[in-house]
C-alpha cells in the first residue's frame, strides 16, 4: 500500500512564493509519473504539474513559468514550488501518484489548501 502525505500549504499574498511538498510511502515502481491536482471551490479537479521516473515535466499553461515540479527520488518526496502567485491559484492542493507502467495503481493524498490574497 502507498501513502502521500501533502504539506506546505499556507495562506499568502499574491506575489508570494509557496513549496508544497508530498511523500510518499510504500512500495514506489520504478516506472511511475507524480503529479499535482487542485481543486478550487465549485470547480472540477485539474492537473497542474506532472513529473515522471525520468524527470519529464508538463504543466498547465497559466502555472508555466511561475510553478516548478521537482522531486527527490532518494526520499520519494515531489514538490511544487509555486511563484508569484495569484489568487486564481486560491484552491486545495492534491498529490497523485500512477505506480506502475501502463497497467498502474493510482494514488491520492489528503491535500493542503493554498490561499492567495489579493
Known amino acids: 500500500q502507498v501513502q502521500l502525505v501533502e504539506s506546505g500549504g499556507a495562506l499568502v499574498p499574491a506575489g508570494g512564493s509557496l513549496r508544497l511538498s508530498c511523500a510518499a510511502s510504500g512500495t514506489i515502481f520504478s516506472i511511475n509519473t507524480m503529479a499535482w491536482y487542485r481543486q478550487a471551490p465549485g470547480k472540477q479537479r485539474e492537473l497542474v504539474a506532472t513529473?515522471?521516473?525520468?524527470?519529464?515535466?508538463d504543466y498547465k499553461n497559466s502555472v508555466k513559468g511561475r510553478f516548478t515540479i521537482s522531486k527527490d527520488n532518494a526520499k520519494n518526496t515531489v514538490y511544487l514550488q509555486m511563484n508569484s502567485l495569484k489568487p486564481e491559484d486560491t484552491a486545495v492542493y492534491y498529490c497523485n501518484l500512477r505506480n506502475g507502467g501502463g497497467s498502474y495503481t493510482e494514488y491520492w493524498g489528503q491535500g493542503t489548501q493554498v490561499t492567495v490574497s489579493s
Open positions: 513529473i515522471t521516473n525520468i524527470g519529464y515535466t
